[in-house]
């Protein structure tokens, strides 16, 4: 038996970076590993050049199911940022925007997912830096405002979490539900419903494989933002 730590993601808007190129940012289908760890990490009160974020980033691994697929939207952007300035660093928004010199960046879009529910399962193979009880525990009461990708996507119910020991993190997430409470009747699937599975354990038992699959987010330079690639594993399962 292994212990899993499950909790939900759902907000009407979600935007989980993607490769960009050129003008457009697009969205993942998915929450991307590097989010999900963001995520923990700013409910935790890590800050980016801790050396416990980069230790909870490679012990963690992952499995995303899909509870409510999403739809798609892309939005016009443009802002303002401040002219490049030696030993400046701005660490909020306000801040940018009261600097004496600002330009306009070059406008692009941006992809968000709607309405779109994940279940997410947490674990480690090996000891992390924190228990998956004390990340639980700041889960229900975070130090920084968790968001979904991006910071004008909130979320839109609690993350609910829940640790759950079985032996498998398909087990442990088929015993997993959101809670009713937050969502409509017809929202969510129903048991016996065949859903959606993203999962960096390769290969995974239980589930019918579509296909192997990589995606570049693996944080590997975190003050750079720098990602590598990881593995995925890509199937569908039927809610117990």
């Known amino acids: 038996m292994h212990q899993f730590l499950l909790f939900?993601?759902?907000?009407?808007?979600?935007?989980?970076?993607n490769i960009a190129v050129g003008e457009f940012r697009s969205s993942d289908s998915v929450p991307t590993k590097s989010a999900i760890i963001g995520l923990?990490?700013?409910?935790?009160?890590?800050?980016?050049e801790e050396e416990g974020l980069v230790a909870l980033q490679r012990s963690a691994r992952i499995l995303v199911r899909v509870d409510r697929s999403p739809g798609r939207l892309t939005d016009f952007h443009t802002a303002q940022v401040p002219g490049a300035q030696r030993n400046t660093r701005y660490l909020t928004r306000s801040e940018e925007l009261s600097a004496p010199e600002l330009h306009t960046v070059?406008?692009?879009?941006?992809?968000?997912?709607?309405?779109?529910?994940?279940?997410?399962?947490?674990?480690?193979?090996?000891?992390?830096?924190?228990?998956?009880?004390?990340?639980?525990?700041?889960?229900?009461?975070?130090?920084f405002v968790p968001y979904l990708?991006?910071?004008?996507?909130?979320?839109?119910?609690?993350?609910?979490?829940?640790?759950?020991?079985?032996?498998?993190?398909?087990?442990?997430?088929?015993?997993?539900?959101?809670?009713?409470?937050?969502f409509p009747g017809s929202f969510l699937?129903?048991?016996g419903a065949e859903v959606l599975v993203f999962s960096d354990d390769s290969p995974l038992s239980g589930v019918t494989?579509?296909?192997?699959?990589?995606?570049?987010?693996?944080?590997?330079?975190?003050?750079?933002?720098?990602?590598?690639i990881r593995s995925e594993c890509i199937g569908r399962t039927t809610l117990p």
């Open 189 to 191: 699937l129903e048991r």
């Open 8 to 17: 939900t993601l759902y907000g009407p808007l979600q935007s989980w970076g």
């Open 209 to 228: 494989v579509d296909r192997y699959t990589v995606r570049r987010d693996q944080p590997i330079a975190l003050t750079d933002r720098q990602f590598d």
């Open 149 to 182: 990708g991006r910071k004008s996507c909130p979320l839109a119910v609690p993350l609910s979490p829940s640790l759950i020991e079985a032996t498998s993190a398909l087990a442990a997430i088929g015993q997993y539900y959101p809670s009713r409470k937050w």
């Open 106 to 143: 070059a406008p692009s879009r941006r992809e968000y997912l709607t309405d779109g529910v994940f279940s997410v399962a947490l674990w480690s193979d090996h000891p992390a830096p924190v228990a998956l009880e004390n990340v639980r525990d700041a889960l229900l009461n975070p130090v």
């Open 40 to 48: 923990v990490a700013a409910c935790l009160g890590f800050q980016r």
